[in-house]
């Protein structure tokens, strides 16, 4: 079998290069296949008491199978993919194993039970349910003894019967076109002419309101949007989200999990009258996600104060059922149109049938635009989502202590049942690898904990193209720590968006804490480095050094600078110098790595020009207190701060005011300053 394999893949290879011109002979997306999965096989047994079983494998991403039938036969038998196989078994139970190959030769592989008998199915035991997620869905699942397989009849006229058939004891599903009560019939099968029948009134139902919440907003800063209706944003305060226009729309204040969507039900028209007047001029885009069962379009009116019904402008969207529609409408689609939004007090819907619609805001370009330098902090330009059963979202920091006393971080779940349960964060420009190894922050319930990490470009699955996966595993329980990520050899030429985080891969969450995380502070940009770009010194009894890192628990550096408070001596301060003047473009907060050798040390932080004593000119002296030993990020806030100034030094004191002793206490480490 291993030869056939191995032959096959030549063979293909040596087509595709035949098949190339010269310069078309790259074959390298053969790395990029990925393993098979979801192998299984169906059964169709013959009713004629001879045993005779039609095999028909399936799986994702394979080209042929072998098939072990589980009996006394010797040899497997090759199946291409969309082909099957017939056997012969004698009465009895088997093990018929499926072996799913893709075109590099990787295997996957599935077991499956077989019943052959020449008895009439016994016991027959059905489960009908409607999808709790697709809309007009029926999952069926049948089991009885003596019995390899089920038909399901749905009861529609004009559909020819069966409408799907499946394997004894698997689940199988039917989407119907209507709502409405059938008179379903399950048929099951085994090696003998008689059947076993169960019937029933099933009443299928549609889905009428969303189940799951429209894609979390991006982070933005407060001046880059203006929020009517959102949990992401501050909205504007006061706005009547029904008021009294003599319509014939009903409106709720739908609660999808603590999630509140606005519901318009029997839509004419209905509007929100706004809380305020408000200014969209320098806004470029209005963002709004519908979802709906049954309308096919809607209006979108922004209006402003005191508009005529003659100078209403509009766009018309269209609408796909059953799904979320999240729409971006350029600003210019209604000033294009004559529409001032510089004094905007209303908005009107026109449409019919039932809408849900959230995250109602107008929005911009960020006043600080995302270069694909990190840190990533979560506090903007990144956009979360999820899959495979995984749950992301930002939010407040559950446990600022220790390492990372940030304000907001990122939230993790596996929930129960899930084996993948992916979390991507998109960014708006490609992440910069001028350093490939990579670092976060990672709260985490237990030690042990696996996290995998890779990048992705923004092409669409199935087109994706994605760096090596790495794995981090977390060596602590409910605290905070660094974990790192070595991403040598990354291809720098792609341009990856998408960075792509997967808890314990390959495990199943069961929906306690335990499948709950928190991450902060992504980075792939260079360490701050305390050698080649800065100059060090000390003053008035201080003493600051580079030297190896002491305690990595914590913070993974390698290099960090030592400061010390002399015996004797009060203010014992150190310098940083800089090449260029810190830049307060991105903010104005620094945030400083500290390790301390006990709780309650207090550093003090200001920055000076390079004018010298005693005509220099400082900001704000800021201090922040330690909470424990050990490492720990404390975070220093300049509001006011002077821009007009070059800044290129920055001073520390340890303990102000307070005299050394000579001992460790007055022993500190810090590493990682960075601004935001």
Not at 318 to 327: A, K, M
Request: hydrophobic share 40%; with cysteine; net charge negative.
């Amino acid at each position: 079998m291993k030869k056939i394999k191995i032959i096959f893949k030549t063979l293909f290879v040596l087509f595709v290069i035949a098949a190339c011109t010269d310069n078309l002979r790259d074959i390298s997306f053969i790395d990029a296949i990925a393993p098979p999965t979801n192998v299984s096989a169906t059964f169709d047994i013959t009713q004629d008491n001879t045993g005779l079983v039609t095999i028909s494998p399936t799986a994702n991403g394979a080209t042929s199978f072998m098939i072990y039938f589980g009996d006394n036969t010797a040899d497997p038998v090759e199946v291409v993919q969309g082909n099957n196989v017939e056997h012969t078994y004698a009465e009895g139970s088997y093990d018929v194993k499926i072996v799913a190959v893709n075109l590099k030769g990787e295997e996957a592989e599935a077991t499956q039970q077989l019943v052959v008998s020449f008895k009439a199915p016994e016991n027959l035991e059905v489960v009908i349910e409607n999808d709790a997620a697709i809309t007009k869905q029926v999952n069926i699942t049948a089991n009885a003894d003596f019995a390899t397989m089920f038909e399901f009849d749905s009861g529609e006229t004009g559909v020819t019967q069966p409408v799907v058939t499946g394997n004894i004891g698997e689940t199988i599903s039917y989407q119907y076109q209507t709502p409405g009560v059938y008179s379903v019939k399950i048929t099951a099968k085994g090696g003998a002419i008689a059947t076993t029948e169960y019937t029933e009134d099933f009443e299928v139902t549609e889905i009428l309101a969303p189940i799951a919440s429209a894609s979390n907003p991006p982070s933005r800063n407060d001046v880059d949007v203006i929020s009517i209706f959102s949990d992401a944003y501050t909205d504007v305060a006061d706005s009547n989200f029904y008021p009294n226009w003599g319509q014939n729309t009903q409106y709720t204040e739908f609660d999808l999990n603590g999630d509140a969507i606005i519901q318009y039900s029997n839509l004419n028209y209905q509007g929100i009258d706004i809380g305020s007047e408000i200014d969209a001029s320098s806004m470029e885009m209005l963002h709004i996600d519908i979802w709906t069962a049954d309308a096919t379009s809607i209006d979108i009116y922004p209006l402003p104060n005191g508009v005529q019904p003659a100078d209403e402008k509009f766009v018309t969207k269209q609408l796909v059922v059953n799904e979320w529609n999240s729409f971006d409408i350029p600003m210019t689609d209604f000033t294009d149109q004559g529409l001032p939004v510089n004094a905007l007090k209303q908005f009107k819907f026109v449409g019919s049938g039932t809408v849900f619609i959230d995250n109602l805001y107008f929005h911009k370009a960020p006043s600080v635009p995302f270069n694909g330098v990190t840190p990533i902090t979560f506090e903007d330009n990144f956009q979360l989502s999820s899959f495979d059963g995984g749950d992301i979202s930002a939010i407040a920091n559950p446990d600022a202590s220790g390492i990372n006393t940030s304000s907001r971080v990122l939230k993790m779940v596996k929930n129960a049942g899930q084996i993948w349960a992916g979390s991507k964060i998109t960014i708006t420009e490609p992440f910069d690898f001028s350093n490939t190894t990579v670092k976060l922050k990672v709260w985490s319930p237990r030690a042990g904990l696996n996290l995998l990490l890779k990048f992705e470009d923004d092409q669409g699955w199935p087109n994706t193209v994605a760096s090596a996966e790495i794995t981090a595993t977390t060596t602590v329980s409910n605290a905070w720590e660094e974990l790192t990520f070595d991403f040598s050899g990354i291809d720098t030429s792609i341009a990856f968006y998408n960075l792509v985080l997967i808890m314990d891969n390959g495990t199943q969450g069961d929906g306690t804490t335990d499948y709950t995380i928190y991450v902060d502070d992504i980075s792939t940009s260079p360490e701050f480095n305390l050698e080649p770009k800065v100059g060090l010194s000390g003053f008035d009894g201080g003493d600051i050094s580079i030297t190896n890192n002491p305690d990595t628990v914590g913070n993974m550096s390698g290099r960090v600078a030592k400061m010390v408070k002399n015996a004797g001596q009060v203010w014992a301060g150190s310098k940083i110098t800089v090449n260029s003047p810190f830049s307060f473009v991105g903010g104005t907060g620094v945030k400083v790595k500290v390790w301390s050798p006990r709780a309650g040390l207090n550093l003090l932080l200001k920055f000076e020009d390079a004018t010298p004593w005693p005509n220099t000119t400082a900001s704000a002296e800021v201090t922040a207190t330690t909470t424990s030993s050990g490492w720990q990020e404390l975070t220093f806030n300049f509001p006011g701060i002077n821009t007009g100034i070059e800044f290129t030094n920055l001073v520390l004191i340890m303990d102000n005011g307070t005299q050394g002793d000579g001992t460790d206490n007055f022993t500190i480490y810090i590493d990682d300053i960075t601004q935001f």
